[in-house]
């Protein structure tokens, strides 16, 4: 989970407003500036302590400088800190509250079909929980007794369809991220991955496997008593459900995964020729953490890399530089400014896929020091992005991450972003 628990509350910044020196107009300016605090996760504690730099996290902010300035010291500090530890604690809960509903719905599941394996419910970090955006999850199921992956030995092609009917022309083949899964690319498999309901000639196929997770889920909903808290939403390709939690509504793609760890996908050529981000010695860890395949479309399966990606991510600022801390503002302004709403065109994942081709366009520290000069180089390489609907995967950049997106609301994105680097309202140094 992206987003750690806190405990300190919404409460504490109302106290700070109590306890305010601040009189007459600008009473109701800094309630306003600590609404926006509110709306932030972390700021670099360059800005946070130092009163020199208020007027700059005033102007990335947009909050009336004077305001700001008035603002005494130790109430503008521990409301920053508030808001840290308040937007993780909201964070965390619905994360804590999905999680057990989750491995409730999983383990009947699992009990009922045994090719479906229970997603954990952990007191720390659950890595098949991805937070896309405050109310939109993605939601990883393992997929049990497909083990030895030794990938294809022959290419061949298909012909058929998803009824088993033969066709006069082959099916296209995966491009970028997409790959067929052909039981005989692992040595052990469980004899019910050979079964009609999921299988045609030999392949695994993702269409029928989501066929019958998706009445496994309608089961568990309705055997586990969660009709009132879990709704199965119709009309989507994959598996969606919709949980009713104390923060709010939220919706989980439940994605039915196949895990090959300590195996390395040919289409990811990772990392390339020169690069010197990451080191020699972290790529061989993040590659040992292998790669899955997730069951999102009808015939061909998706290439994921997630926990390499949260390895790459955790490990960002090892050499003290505000990488880390460039992107949880990036993506606030996401969230509250050019992309808001439920189901955003533009998700974390994406943020953190820019951030990853920055870093290792910019390797240095001294590239990763000036946070304004930092945050503006990702706001440009995102709008970059956005305006041409292209964004490259990471680690197979024949893949485009953007190219099932709506184009109308990129390019509606892609304007809000273009206002504001025209003012970004930043002192650069």
């Known amino acids: 989970m992206a987003d750690e628990s806190s405990h300190v509350g919404e409460a504490n910044c109302s106290e700070q407003v109590r306890r305010s020196q601040v009189s007459g107009s600008h009473s109701q300016l800094q309630r306003h500036f600590i609404q926006r605090v509110m709306l932030l996760r972390k700021l670099p504690t360059r800005f946070v302590f130092h009163r020199e730099k208020k007027q700059k996290v005033a102007a990335i902010l947009g909050i009336d400088q004077e305001a700001m300035t008035s603002l005494p010291e130790g109430d503008l500090d521990h409301c920053l800190l508030s808001k840290v530890d308040l937007r993780r604690q909201q964070i965390s809960q619905t994360v804590e509250e999905v999680q057990k509903i989750i491995h409730l719905l999983t383990a009947e599941i699992s009990h009922q079909d045994s090719r479906f394996e229970a997603v954990p419910a952990s007191d720390t970090y659950n890595d098949s929980i991805k937070v896309l955006a405050p109310s939109l999850f993605h939601v990883t199921v393992p997929l049990k007794g497909l083990a030895g992956y030794k990938g294809a030995r022959t290419q061949r092609w298909r012909y058929y369809n998803l009824q088993g009917t033969k066709l006069t022309c082959p099916l296209r083949d995966p491009e970028g991220l997409q790959q067929w899964l052909e039981t005989e690319m692992f040595m052990k498999t469980l004899w019910q991955w050979h079964k009609a309901d999921v299988n045609i000639e030999g392949d695994i196929v993702p269409a029928k496997v989501l066929k019958v997770f998706r009445t496994l889920v309608e089961n568990a909903v309705r055997t586990c008593h969660l009709s009132g808290k879990v709704t199965v939403l119709e009309k989507r390709t994959t598996v969606w459900v919709a949980v009713e939690t104390s923060t709010g509504q939220v919706e989980l ?137 292209f964004l490259k995967h990471y680690f197979v950049p024949k893949g485009n991450l953007l190219q099932s997106a709506n184009p109308s609301e990129l390019d509606a994105v892609a304007q809000k972003m273009a206002f504001f680097l025209k003012n970004p309202q930043v002192e650069l140094p």
Not at 303 to 310: D, K, P, R, T, Y
Not at 366 to 383: E, G, N
Request: proline share 7%; charged share 25%.
């Open 253 to 389: 793609e439940l994605a039915p995964t196949v895990e090959i760890p300590t195996t390395w996908p040919e289409k990811a050529q990772w990392p390339r020729c020169l690069k010197r981000w990451p080191s020699p010695e972290r790529v061989e860890c993040i590659k040992s953490f292998g790669f899955n395949l997730v069951a999102q479309s009808s015939y061909h399966w998706q290439l994921s890399f997630s926990q390499a990606e949260q390895m790459l991510f955790e490990q960002l600022d090892e050499d003290g530089g505000c990488r880390r801390q460039c992107f949880q503002v990036l993506r606030q302004l996401k969230e509250d400014v050019w992309c808001p709403g439920r189901r955003p065109v533009i998700t974390t994942h994406h943020l953190q896929t820019v951030l990853f081709w920055t870093c290792e366009k910019y390797p240095h520290l001294k590239d990763w020091q000036v946070f304004q000069r930092a945050l503006l180089r990702l706001v440009r390489k995102l709008h970059r992005c956005v305006s041409q609907h």
